[in-house]
């Protein structure tokens, strides 16, 4: 499986960022691209363990069993899946060049991150190897939700 920490997958996600643009429009979602980069800058922020987030009250009851389902094969994210309130960006408006720049230097960062454990909102303590799958799915699926 793809994972963050491998050099050639964060390259080939980053070039898929640089090729976002104001014009993208979201296949499905409420997002726009701006809301979705920064969206996702966040969700590296996190997953990094630079802004930790409480835990929500069903990953408890359905966190494991959600995780170990999204990470057992390749299979991307499934479209309109709930989202981490936290993760929410009102702001619908910015700067896309400098929102993209930031989230490519979140990417960057687990080519030197020595985090080995985090805790995930919904799922709760994952290891680095989750870190990676998970990491890469979700900027994946969101880079195809805008065609990229």
């Known amino acids: 499986m793809k994972t963050i ?4 997958t964060r390259d080939e996600l980053i070039n898929r960022i640089n090729m976002l643009n104001e014009d993208n429009s979201p296949e499905w979602g409420k997002m726009n691209v701006y809301q979705m980069v920064k969206h996702c ?3 590296e922020s ?3 363990g630079k802004m930790p ?3 929500v009250f069903l990953g408890y ?3 494991k069993v959600a995780l170990r389902s999204l990470i057992k094969d390749e299979s991307p994210l499934k479209k309109n899946m709930p ?3 936290g993760f929410i960006i009102k702001e619908t408006t910015g700067d896309i060049a400098t929102a993209k720049k930031d989230w490519i230097d ?3 960062q687990y ?4 985090n080995q454990e985090i805790t995930h909102p919904f799922f709760g303590k994952i290891n680095k190897e989750q870190i990676g799958y998970l990491v890469y799915k979700h900027t994946d699926h969101h880079l195809k939700q805008f065609n990229g």
């Open 106 to 108: 979140l990417i960057e």
């Open 41 to 43: 800058a966040v969700y």
């Open 53 to 55: 987030f409480k835990r």
């Open 111 to 114: 080519g030197h991150s020595s």
């Open 5 to 8: 920490f491998d050099k050639i």
């Open 46 to 48: 996190m997953m990094l």
């Open 61 to 63: 009851i359905f966190g």
């Open 83 to 85: 989202t981490v309130p």
